[in-house]
């Protein structure tokens, strides 16, 4: 069976570009969540989605990120305009969420961004 | 707040040795708790998990118990391999039924043969 998949796994721009990561979740997942991985603040959610529908994005870092999921199977992270700082791992992971608990997050294998 | 403190490595040990990882996390109800662990160069992965106090997670040796008394979730393994050389990450669920996960820093672990 297909794991998260994500798109492209690296990622070089240069300041002000626009930059966009896409994430494919596993067939039949009801949730989609966006990490990001960097040295000095460990792993941070940025958002989560619940049935397509944004459930909590105040880890979104600012107005330059974006995010959205238009359907059950795709999802983008956008950041316009892109920073330095911004350079990280980004990590997409989906789940199957139901009433009884948190239930295990399966995660794709990342896209490493650079802003130079 | 929600959080989960777990030991800092880096941690290195030799081939056989005894493994623990420490992480604790502030008791607010009794949240799932889990261990994922990340190969270089990959995602996450789950190792174990437990749901309820007193539960034993285990996974390929790795075991850890839910430990309401001391707000504990400890990660064991009697006799590491290379092959175990990863970054661990132990994490909370915020509240029942709650889809956030809460992460602790990360441990990194070297195993030398």
């Known amino acids: 069976d297909a794991g998260v998949i994500q798109s492209p796994r690296h990622e070089v721009t240069e300041m002000g570009q626009e930059v966009t990561l896409r994430c494919k979740p596993i067939s039949g997942h009801n949730s989609l969540f966006w990490y990001r991985q960097t040295m000095m603040r460990g792993l941070e959610l940025l958002i989560y989605?619940?049935?397509?529908?944004?459930?909590?994005d105040s880890g979104m870092p600012e107005d330059r990120f974006s995010a959205k999921m238009p359907n059950a199977s795709f999802s983008t992270l956008k950041i316009q305009p892109s920073e330095p700082r911004d350079s990280a791992v980004y990590f997409c992971a989906s789940s199957l969420a139901h009433q009884g608990g948190a239930d295990t997050q399966y995660f794709g294998p990342g896209t490493r961004l650079t802003v130079l | 707040g929600d959080s989960v403190t777990q030991m800092e490595g880096p941690v290195t040990l030799s081939e056989e040795a005894f493994l623990t990882i420490n992480c604790t996390y502030t008791a607010t109800g009794y949240p799932s708790l889990f261990w994922y662990v990340q190969y270089p160069g990959e995602g996450l992965q789950l190792l174990l998990k437990?749901?309820?106090?007193?539960d034993k997670g285990s996974n390929k040796g790795f075991e850890a118990t839910y430990r309401k008394e001391t707000t504990s979730f400890h990660l064991e393994k009697g006799s590491v391999q290379v092959s175990d050389s990863a970054v661990y990450f132990c994490?909370?669920?915020?509240?029942?039924?709650?889809?956030?996960?809460?992460f602790g820093q990360g441990t990194r672990l070297t195993i030398n043969p």
């Open positions: 994490a909370r669920a915020l509240g029942r039924g709650a889809q956030k996960l809460v």
């Open positions: 989605f619940n049935n397509n529908v944004p459930i909590d």
């Open positions: 437990a749901t309820k106090a007193d």
